[in-house]
């Protein structure tokens, strides 16, 4: 039987399946079970597989609520605060939001490329597959966010930039929302060139742990900056604690005895 001849039964709903019985490697798509994008098509899926992205966010605890509303009401903000109190997350949440509804055109996330401890030698590739290691977080936060198809398209579209301490000097930002991650992890040089990189109708946050740095500790300026910052009145800043922890219980049970 020639191709043509196949296509039209195919396409006639002729076709013999039985003639191809007895072979394993081919195999009918069964036609009554095809998938649909209606909804009431999909029932036998399983239920929960998809993955869902809330509009807004919500705080569970009140320092995490404190940080929302400071977000909400100055255009600085430092967020302080122990592994796991969400600081990262609501940072990139707000500024998610504040995208989609359009009071900012671009998001700028930025992170120090400092190792934990211990050296990963040399990475292959280009800068950005270089770097891709040290801003993993932020990644994993946005796609928490938006789907990772629409994280690509934002940064393709420059609506979205992820970049290196290190490359942010020299730059205005304005209309943006800049999220500094990390920030123990920076020099007192290094966070003033930071902080001064903000523009007109722009939102900077700051967040860190001053007890979980990876510097040396009259290296990191976290802490030293931000004990400056607090005198200034449209700045926030703001601390958290071990009971706006949110992940595991057990991680609040270690931060207490280590």
Not at 60 to 85: F, R, Y
Not at 107 to 112: D, E, H, M, N
Not at 148 to 154: D, I, N, P, Y
Request: aromatic residues 4%; proline residues 5%.
């Amino acid at each position: 039987m020639s191709k043509r001849a196949l296509k039209r039964q195919v396409r006639e709903g002729a076709f013999d399946a039985g003639q191809f019985q007895g072979d394993d490697k081919i195999r009918r798509l069964p036609i009554d079970r095809g998938w649909s994008p209606l909804a009431h098509h999909n029932d036998d899926r399983e239920q929960g597989r998809e993955q869902g992205y809330l509009k807004t966010i919500k705080a569970k605890s009140p320092g995490q609520q404190e940080l929302i509303d400071a977000v909400d009401a100055k255009n600085l903000v430092l967020a302080l605060g122990p592994a796991g109190t969400g600081k990262t997350y609501l940072a990139i949440a707000k500024a998610v939001e504040a995208l989609e509804s359009g009071r900012v055109g671009r998001i700028v996330l930025s992170r120090p490329a400092v190792e934990a401890g211990e050296s990963i030698g040399f990475l292959p590739g280009d800068a950005e597959d270089k770097l891709a290691p040290y801003l993993r977080p932020l990644y994993d936060a946005l796609s928490d966010r938006l789907s990772m198809k629409r994280v690509r398209a934002l940064m393709a579209e420059g609506a979205i930039e992820i970049a290196p301490v290190g490359f942010m000097r020299g730059r205005t930002l304005n209309n943006a929302f800049v999220v500094i991650d990390e920030a123990q992890n920076c020099t007192y040089g290094q966070l003033k060139m930071l902080l001064t990189r903000l523009g007109w109708h722009s939102t900077m946050v700051v967040t860190g742990d001053p007890n979980q740095s990876d510097l040396l500790p009259e290296i990191s300026g976290l802490r030293p900056v931000a004990e400056r910052l607090e005198q200034v009145a449209n700045i926030a800043v703001v601390r958290l604690a071990d009971c706006d922890i949110v992940r595991h219980p057990l991680v609040a049970e270690m931060l207490g005895v280590l």
